[in-house]
């Protein structure tokens, strides 16, 4: 029963918090070129308004695939705060990715074929990152189950910080930001079209918005797991790089797909890939 | 009971191979191969259902010399093919197969008597239910593929029953050789595979064909040499026909110390059957043979077999750098071959890779040898010959619609092909997504690899170039344009019921797998290692007990939540697709800059000029990063290095 109210408090609170937090983005941006920006309360209007619209479609499996995209989402969410595992967390992530993809891939635009070849190509960059987080978590603890890392006393940041910058690459993939918004840009001046969201409009477009509320929760959630006793220190870290997320989407451009994949293949996977090998040299595995 | 199901397992494929031969009638032969196909079924559940066996065939018939007329039979059948080929290498491998054999036999005398003859335990059970169902599930498939490629082929004398002979009768020796104990009948039986994969392979008679099945020809027999060299290795040193017994060789039997060459060798001859990389190309140049060839290579013979000898062997090299030796080989062939996937245009080419990967995962998990690793092997060998067979019987339905293999000409078919397309689609989805089958495999693997961890940094990378090739294809097949009401089309029986078979066996075992495994999977793990720490509680979950590596006791290391997943799979894919419906003035053409030139049902703009033009998508296929050109010398060169580390490894760790 508790973890039936745990659940049902995620799915009503998380959009709510990652609505917010789509505001706060907006308004700091704006600050950061100079414009006053909309109320922090903007992304809700728009979400309701798009929800008002008139439902067209250019094919039915494009529903079914941003809707897919959606409740698998919230299921990753739901993984992390009933701390299950973590490995089935991150499938579940990809899957989710996947579905935006193929949402993509359902019709016969140009656009968004542009938006969904790049979408599966940052999957490729941010998936193996994840996946390494796991390893490292396990390393560390001899368990994938999040609720271990919970109860631990000692905060993983310390021995798994070079991971940490890692996910922090995720972090920008994932909410979408410079130099890594290739899919679909919150800026209109590098954007073709709308990348990946280019068909969807009315209320379709509103879930693909709520599925990155819950997206941005979920990352973020991630990151608080780097010290989650006292937690209040986890959020405090999240947040922050939120903020640094924001800062580096407004200094710097959208790059091609190829060099993401290439850097996070090489700086990514090299900061990962040292971090459990000294991991498993102190265990003494070898 | 023992006999008669012993002796349809392994002769009844051989006698019914010979109906088959004989007779000419169309529907006649679709009979036989029906009742062959549903005995052998009923049979392979019997195997399940009586739990392990022993066996030796009743004295009065001297098998043994049988098997060894045989050998030479093949042997040169090998001689003979070589020469007509005009092949060198197909000639020098069957040369160095019948020297040794003949020194063995008649220089060393040597008289090979194991008793029991034939071990059935849990582990070659599943080989044999996979082998049968999945097995005579494409034998059906064929009857009528076969004559649809033919009327296409626009063929004079029909060569179905040849073709069928061919099938049916390796599905005979691939159940001798999962039951065998005695290695001088499972090398025997081991030969048979590669015969009738060269005659299947080569069944079209085209140059390309011939050529490709000498390939898998020579590659093979160079496995099968070191298979007799073993042999003879382990008779000489250890002196007798004891040493040839496979439970001998595992159950420590033996002194290990002179254990690991042979034990080595063995392994190798289990990599080029299972086409490991540096020998991934036999594997792609079957493609060339008719549909069912591969799907039966792929799904639950042949190369299964390969998997088989490596995970059968497990205990003889478990703690030794061979088995470590082994992981890296298998890890670095699911990475390669994931990465190469990635750059094909041809259908079957991309699922032939995907084969190779998941044969690499599977042997890196026999060399990780743990509980858990076993578990995940075992798993993985099933549901990737439920997926990998349902997949190569959609390609070839696919193809026989649209009469091309190439991805970009699958574009939209979705719309012609609906059915089809649905099933091709889950049994993709299956291959690399929760709450499936070949998941659950691979997150036990993930969970298990931490004692070889650059095993699991490939299995990371790899996983993650899974996930792009499978989605890359399925958008190409996905993509429609705005229309409504797409018309069903027909399949014939012997197309559907096959591909529904296997699409529904993806759900009911996929989602019964926590009590299958606790009756059943459990037991075959432990016939390999014993000790066991999955926990199926229910039909709800499966839970991965604590693991012991100094680390603050945790009470458990990982869970997967069937029940939950699948319910969430139901939530997000299955409800909107049978209760979300669109209506037709809901329908607008995709955005073109406002230069399209029509309603929803066209895909013409105005180009330059104002001339309406046909626009065109393609997919990426990245040849000049993860081509074959760019990849292959690379990943070649470091698996060649990385295979005769493994041999090393066997001859050094005494």
Redesign the interface.
């Known amino acids: 029963m508790n973890q039936f109210i745990t659940v049902i408090a995620t799915i009503v609170l998380a959009p709510i918090v990652g609505g917010l937090l789509f505001g706060i983005d907006r308004r700091i941006t704006a600050r950061l070129q100079g414009r006053f920006g909309p109320p922090i309360m903007q992304p809700f209007y728009d979400f309701f308004k798009l929800l008002g619209k008139e439902?067209?479609?250019?094919?039915?499996?494009q529903?079914?695939w941003i809707?897919?995209y959606l409740?698998?989402m919230i299921?990753s969410l739901v993984c992390l705060v009933l701390q299950?595992?973590f490995?089935?967390l991150v499938?579940?992530l990809?899957?989710a990715?996947?579905?935006l993809?193929?949402g993509?891939?359902?019709?016969?635009?140009?656009?968004?074929?542009f938006g969904?070849?790049r979408e599966?190509?940052q999957?490729?960059a941010y998936?193996?990152v994840l996946?390494?987080l796991?390893?490292g978590i396990?390393?560390q603890?001899?368990?994938?189950?999040v609720s271990?890392i919970l109860s631990r006393q000692e905060p993983l940041l310390l021995s798994l910080w070079p991971l940490f910058i890692a996910v922090l690459y995720v972090l920008t993939i994932k909410m979408r930001k410079s130099p890594f918004d290739l899919a679909t840009s919150h800026h209109a001046h590098q954007e073709i079209?709308k990348g990946i969201t280019?068909?969807y409009s009315g209320s379709y477009l509103a879930l693909y918005h709520l599925a990155e509320w819950y997206e941005i929760v979920l990352v973020l959630g991630v990151i608080v797991l780097f010290w989650a006793n006292p937690i209040w220190i986890g959020l405090l870290i999240a947040f922050a790089a939120f903020l640094l997320e924001l800062v580096v989407d407004n200094i710097t451009a959208r790059m091609t797909a190829?060099w993401m994949v290439r850097l996070s293949?090489s700086v990514g996977?090299i900061l990962g890939?040292i971090n459990?090998?000294y991991l498993?040299i102190m265990?003494?595995?070898f | 009971m023992t006999d008669g199901m012993m002796a349809i397992a392994i002769l009844l494929p051989v006698v019914a191979g010979f109906l088959i031969l004989v007779i000419r009638n169309y529907f006649a032969r679709g009979v036989v191969v029906v009742l062959t196909a549903s005995v052998l079924i009923a049979n392979s559940i019997l195997f399940a259902s009586k739990g392990p066996i022993t066996y030796t065939p009743p004295a009065g018939f001297d098998w043994g010399t049988l098997i060894t007329v045989l050998d030479y039979a093949i042997l040169i059948t090998y001689l003979v093919l070589g020469l007509k080929l005009r092949n060198r290498l197909v000639l020098i491998f069957a040369a160095t197969q019948i020297i040794p054999l003949a020194y063995f036999e008649f220089v060393m005398k040597a008289h090979v008597e194991v008793k029991p003859a034939f071990v059935v335990d849990y582990l070659a059970v599943v080989m044999t239910l996979v082998i049968c169902v999945i097995g005579s599930l494409i034998c059906i498939y064929a009857i009528r593929y076969m004559r649809d490629h033919e009327e296409h082929a626009h063929l004079d004398k029909s060569r179905q029953s040849r073709f069928l002979f061919w099938l049916v009768l390796f599905l005979g020796a691939m159940n001798g050789l999962v039951f065998a104990n005695n290695l001088v009948w499972l090398y025997f039986f081991w030969e048979v595979t590669t015969l009738c994969c060269f005659m299947l392979i080569s069944h079209d008679k085209t140059q390309i064909a011939l050529q490709n099945a000498a390939r898998a020809l020579w590659m093979n027999a160079t496995g099968g040499t070191a298979f007799i060299l073993a042999i003879i290795y382990l008779y000489t040193t250890q002196g007798g026909s004891s040493a040839l017994s496979v439970q001998n060789i595992i159950g420590g039997g033996i002194h290990s110390a002179v254990m690991l060459v042979p034990v080595a060798l063995l392994c190798y001859t289990g990599c080029t059957k299972a086409a490991q990389m540096p020998f991934q190309s036999w594997l792609l140049g079957a493609m060339v043979a008719p549909t069912p060839v591969s799907a039966l290579l792929h799904s639950s013979t042949m190369v299964k077999a390969g998997v088989y000898l490596v995970i059968r062997l497990a205990p003889a090299y478990a703690g030794t750098y061979l088995s470590t030796a082994i992981a890296i080989v298998g890890g670095f062939t699911f990475l390669g071959t994931s990465a190469l996937a990635i750059s094909q245009t041809t259908g079957k080419r991309v699922l032939a890779y995907s084969t190779i990967a998941n044969l690499g995962l599977i042997m890196a998990c026999a060399g990780i040898n743990t509980p858990l690793s076993i578990a995940a092997a075992i798993l993985l060998i099933i549901f990737h010959a439920i997926s990998k067979g349902l997949l190569f019987l959609c390609a070839g339905t696919i193809e026989h619609q649209i009469w091309s293999r190439e991805i970009e000409d699958m574009e939209?078919l979705?719309a012609k092909a609906p059915l089809v397309t649905l099933i091709t689609a889950v049994g993709m989805l299956s291959m690399f997504?929760?709450p499936f089958g070949m998941?659950l495999g691979k997150?036990i693997a993930?969970?298990a690899?931490?004692?070889v961890?650059l095993a699991?940094?490939f299995?990371?990378?790899a996983?993650?170039?899974t996930?792009?090739f499978w989605?890359?294809w399925?958008?190409?097949l996905?993509?429609?344009?705005?229309k409504?009401g797409w018309p069903l089309e027909k399949l014939s029986p012997s197309y559907a019921v096959p591909l529904w078979t296997l699409f529904i066996g993806i759900f009911v075992i996929g989602f019964g797998i926590a009590p299958i495994y606790q009756d059943f999977i459990a037991s075959a793990t432990s016939n390999v290692i014993p000790g066991n720490n999955i926990i199926a509680s229910g039909w709800a979950s499966i839970v991965l007990a604590?693991?012991s590596?100094?680390?603050?006791a945790?009470?458990?290391?990982?869970?997967?939540?069937l029940w939950a997943?699948y319910l969430?799979l139901g939530?997000?894919?299955f409800l909107?697709?049978l209760f979300?419906?669109?209506k037709p003035t809901?329908?607008?053409?995709?955005?073109?800059?406002g230069e399209q030139t029509g309603g929803?049902d066209t895909?013409e703009w105005l180009a330059e000029a104002d001339i309406k033009t046909k626009?065109i998508?393609g997919?990426?296929y990245f040849q000049g990063?993860v081509g074959e050109k760019a990849l292959n010398p690379w990943v070649n060169t470091v698996a060649i290095f990385l295979l005769a580390i493994m041999i090393g490894c066997g001859v050094i760790s005494k």
Request: glycine share 8%.
């Open positions: 439902s067209i479609a250019v094919s039915k499996m529903f079914v809707y897919s409740v698998l299921a299950s595992d490995l089935v499938f579940l990809g899957f990715g996947v579905s993809v193929l993509g891939f359902s019709t016969k635009s140009p656009y968004s074929h969904a070849n599966l190509l999957i490729l998936e193996p996946l390494l796991a390893i396990y390393a603890n001899g368990t994938f189950m271990t079209v280019t068909e190829r293949w996977l890939i459990i090998a498993y265990k003494g595995v | 939209g979705a997504l929760p998941l997150w993930l969970e690899a931490y004692k961890p699991a940094i299995f990371v990378l996983s993650a170039l996930m792009v989605t890359k399925l958008g190409r996905l993509q429609v344009m705005p409504l604590g693991s590596t100094g680390q603050p945790a009470a458990i290391q990982g869970s997967f939540p997943l969430v939530i997000a894919l909107p697709m979300y419906g669109l809901q329908l607008r053409p995709v955005y073109l800059c929803t895909d626009f998508l997919g990426y990063t």
